[in-house]
């Protein structure tokens, strides 16, 4: 597999969960849908790490340090909103966080949060 086709695999990936997670939001499966939107910010900057540098991404979930690993520059919102979105991965995966995010992830909180990744996510997507 060539640099360019890891790359590819890490962007194709991610639009797949990206996917998944608005059809999750359409079944009203909102924890989920967060989850998958998370999923899909890490996939796309492990992409572009491996697009900008050759080597192989952080075996990581945090997305400020994978921006850092991919060299770029986040405003104070931009990374306030990653540490956001980071934290649904770890409460979605560990049960004694589940509830509280289950309470957290209701219809409205998810929309105005799935717009924000979105941002992020072809922001990101348009770095490579």
């Given amino acids: ?9 890490w962007k194709k990936t991610a639009q797949e969960d990206w996917d998944t997670a608005q059809a999750l939001f359409e079944i009203s499966r909102f924890h989920h849908a967060l989850f998958f939107c998370q999923l899909a910010l890490e996939k796309i900057l492990k992409g572009l790490v491996y ?7 952080l075996p990581i979930h945090q997305l400020v340090k994978l921006t850092k ?5 986040l ?3 931009q990374q306030q909103q990653l540490e956001e979105i980071t934290s649904w991965n770890i409460e979605a995966r560990y049960d004694s966080y589940k509830r509280e995010f289950y309470q957290k992830a209701t219809k409205e909180f998810t929309f105005q949060w799935m717009k924000v990744a979105k941002e992020l996510f072809l922001w990101i997507k348009n770095q490579y």
């Fill in 1 to 9: 597999m060539t640099s360019t086709d890891i790359a590819e695999f």
């Fill in 51 to 57: 697009a900008k540098t050759k080597t192989h991404p």
């Fill in 75 to 77: 405003t104070n919102i």
């Fill in 69 to 73: 690993q991919a060299g770029l520059t």
